[in-house]
């Protein structure tokens, strides 16, 4: 099984906003979705939106949204 992690992280490497998915065309508009919603000045200074794939639930950051 592959889950989709998508991910909003600040320059700390804090996560902001995390949603995890089994959909990959989801994860995909998640993604497209994260990007959009960084401003410049956020992205300038070292925000990122990133996806992730893992293998099981365990490996998901517990405060993430799951969608089946």
């Known amino acids: 099984m592959t889950i989709w992690i998508n991910e909003q992280v600040d320059p ?3 996560i902001h906003a995390c ?12 993604h497209e979705s994260f990007e959009k919603n960084l ?8 925000w990122q939106a990133r996806i992730r794939e ?3 639930w365990e490996e998901v950051p517990v405060n993430s949204l799951k969608l089946s």
């Open 12 to 14: 700390s490497g804090m």
């Open 19 to 30: 949603i995890a998915s089994c959909n990959e065309e989801l994860a995909k508009d998640c």
């Open 39 to 46: 401003t410049q000045d956020q992205k300038d200074i070292g």
């Open 54 to 56: 893992v293998e099981t």
